[in-house]
């Protein structure tokens, strides 16, 4: 059974930096690729970023493009989220996601989810 856990979330400052990790388990982590996606109330999900499997690639939503930057670490089954620069905008439940398929860049689909890490950035 895979699993994604994140953790990190939290209240923050706007301009702060915070950063969340997403640990997997139940399925060959550096056969896939790796993303995170983020929702605000009463928004729909927003696709942040992805990761390559070997983390050789990566790709970001405009919204975050330079501010956020995602890594992953296969040895720790692990990857993450760094945010710089936050804004009141960046307020939401962060998710992890696993794409569907090994081995595709970029994933056309993801099948595992976590349960989400609150993010708060005040003004």
């Known amino acids: 059974q895979v699993q994604l856990v994140e953790s990190g979330g939290g209240l923050v400052q706007a301009g702060g930096s915070l950063s969340l990790s997403c640990a997997a388990s139940?399925?060959?982590?550096?056969?896939?690729?790796m993303a995170w996606f983020r929702q605000a109330p009463g928004k729909d999900r927003e696709f942040i970023g992805a990761i390559s499997r070997t983390g050789g690639y990566t790709l970001y939503a405009d919204s975050v493009k330079g501010r956020f930057t995602i890594s992953r670490d296969n040895a720790k089954n692990t990857v993450y989220l760094r945010m710089n620069s936050l804004k009141p905008e960046d307020t939401a439940v962060y998710y992890c996601?696993?794409?569907?398929?090994?081995?595709?860049?970029?994933?056309?689909?993801?099948?595992?989810w976590g349960q989400g890490t609150q993010v708060t950035v005040s003004s």
């Open positions: 996601a696993c794409a569907a398929l090994p081995s595709t860049w970029p994933p056309p689909s993801y099948d595992y």
């Open positions: 139940g399925r060959t982590f550096s056969r896939y690729a």
